[in-house]
């Protein structure tokens, strides 16, 4: 199973085995990384499952759609590599991926 | 009040679980009770209408969490439990079979029922309302291409059932006894688009239609209107509407007025009993406090918060500015704040491209946005909702400027 690298803003990470199929927010939630919120539960209705892909793994996770790119435009501290991890399919190929995660998704 | 040390949630949903996890994030040591009647642990409702309904997304993908979790974290999850009585002068809830659990902070989370349609004939088989995993999977095989579908109400339960039922093949008829569809809602114009989209993918409407009974012998076939008109099908499924389980809070004299009533604590008058999510009422802080009941994701993970905070006595959280989706087709339709009481809408986009916002006005004041694949109006309108800012309507019927650069610019 892919593994996946949550790490919290204060530096705390957690290394996550990720079902492919699910998505990268799902992942995390079920085993209660802390600052996803996800409020809506992956239905890109309330863009609070914000985290930054790390630039190594850009490539692998695509960019966002711009239903997305417009729901990021309003979350906090967007940076280039900011996408809604409910929006990111784990793939075999996202084994390893790293994503940090902001401050706050409020 | 005096140091808590045992919290009953009576209420499994996501209202129930969302406590009982924020109480354990928050570091809360003592003990956590989540008393559920389904027979699962916490899972999410808003894909039963939608993903799951059309077998996009499995019974465990619904779950919030792995139920091995709550074992984890010590939360004592009673699923396929009733609890019975609430004594509130012991601070006592008894189950049904007479098991009796203690509580310093007790949180009714208890949901709501469907309505049940209250015609001769609704008690056939193929006659299904959707509100559990139980409720889908009791009509999930029924539910195939050619399949004759009459779906009764045209709320958002109705609407998202017959989008998925075309998809999957089903011939579709949608009756409803407004003059429109999502009468109670949206205005008249998005219910509009709604209707115009609906139809334009094969599903008939019969409006100011009143359904008199449901015709069959063991099993529905068809659907007979008031005025005497009858319309074949394989299965009916009501979307009428929720009632607020309130019969625990009634049976222990908790004032209820459509929804247990509290305050922005989500406290009701027994300073040790919150009530939360859909069973519930409280003030709304960004319109003038107004009581309101509502049905949604986010009040029940609101509620969550508020209650978690208040029993870790800790700070309450920012109250966000109340939001809705519905997913219909490839359409993402979202919505912000409470637009009852509406004087004036302003628009942004065309209907016709499938891509606009509604925007909702009050004695000048924006009071909430209906959004259709538009997402940056939705959050934009959402942000100066909860902060307390409004622009002036022109502002937004301007469609050159870009919604993030309208809100940056608002002001008080």
Redesign the interface.
């Known amino acids: 199973m892919p593994k996946i690298t949550y790490i919290e803003n204060n530096g705390k990470e957690h290394v996550i085995d990720a079902p492919v199929g699910q998505t990268v927010m799902e992942a995390a939630i079920k085993h209660g990384v802390p600052g996803i919120d996800a409020d809506c539960g992956g239905a890109c209705a309330c863009a609070t499952c914000h985290v930054y892909v790390d630039p190594a793994w850009t490539d692998k996770t695509g960019e966002a759609s711009s239903m997305e790119q417009s729901m990021l435009d309003f979350a906090n501290d967007v940076e280039d590599t900011s996408r809604l991890s409910c929006q990111i399919k784990v793939t075999d190929a996202l084994d390893g991926l790293v994503v940090r995660l902001p401050r706050s998704q409020h | 009040m005096s140091e808590i040390k045992r919290v009953i949630i009576i209420g499994a949903g996501q209202a129930g679980g969302e406590t009982a996890?924020r109480l354990r994030?928050g570091g809360f040591e003592g003990d956590v009770t989540l008393i559920g009647e389904e027979p699962l642990a916490p899972y999410?409702r808003?894909?039963l209408s939608?993903k799951y309904l059309a077998g996009e997304l499995d019974a465990e993908?619904l779950?919030?969490?792995?139920p091995e979790?709550y074992a984890e974290e010590q939360i004592a999850l009673l699923t396929g439990t009733r609890a019975v009585w609430i004594d509130r002068a012991n601070r006592r809830v008894r189950l049904e079979g007479g098991r009796e659990l203690s509580y310093d902070a007790l949180v009714l989370a208890t949901g709501a029922r469907p309505r049940m349609l209250k015609l001769a004939g609704a008690d056939l088989a193929g006659s299904h309302v959707v509100r559990t995993v139980a409720d889908i999977d009791g009509f999930k095989d029924k539910f195939q291409a050619g399949a004759k579908l009459v779906v009764i109400g045209a709320g958002y339960i109705g609407l998202e059932t017959a989008a998925v039922a075309r998809q999957r093949g089903l011939d579709v008829t949608v009756i409803e006894s407004a003059v429109r569809p999502l009468a109670r809602v949206t205005c008249p114009e998005v219910a509009g688009f709604w209707l115009d989209e609906h139809t334009s993918k094969g599903v008939r409407f019969m409006l100011s239609a009143q359904p008199a009974l449901i015709k069959g012998v063991e099993r529905v076939t068809g659907v007979r209107l008031a005025d005497g008109s009858e319309i074949a099908a394989d299965l009916v499924i009501a979307g009428i509407g929720v009632t607020p389980e309130t019969t625990l809070a009634q049976q222990c004299s908790l004032t209820v007025e459509d929804g247990i009533v509290t305050d922005r604590q989500c406290r009701t008058a027994d300073d040790a009993i919150y009530a939360i999510g859909d069973c519930a009422r409280r003030p709304m802080v960004h319109y003038d406090n107004r009581m309101a009941r509502l049905e949604s994701?986010?009040n029940a993970?609101e509620g969550a918060k508020i209650v978690a905070a208040a029993i870790l006595g800790r700070d309450p959280p920012?109250e966000?500015a109340p939001?809705f989706?519905s997913?219909q087709y490839d359409l993402?339709f979202?919505i912000a704040g409470l637009f009852q009481g509406y004087d004036r809408i302003v628009r942004r986009g065309d209907p016709a491209e499938r891509a606009f916002a509604a925007f909702y006005f009050k004695a000048g004041r924006l009071i909430a946005v209906d959004a259709v694949?538009?997402?940056?109006e939705y959050?934009?309108a959402k942000?100066l909702i909860q902060t307390g800012r409004s622009v002036a309507p022109a502002v937004l019927e301007d469609s050159s400027r870009p919604?993030?650069e309208i809100?940056a610019a608002a002001k008080d």
């Open positions: 996890q994030q999410q808003p894909p939608k993908r779950q919030l969490r792995p979790v994701v986010h993970v920012t966000e939001w989706w997913d993402k979202q694949n538009r997402p940056a959050l934009g942000l919604m993030k809100v």
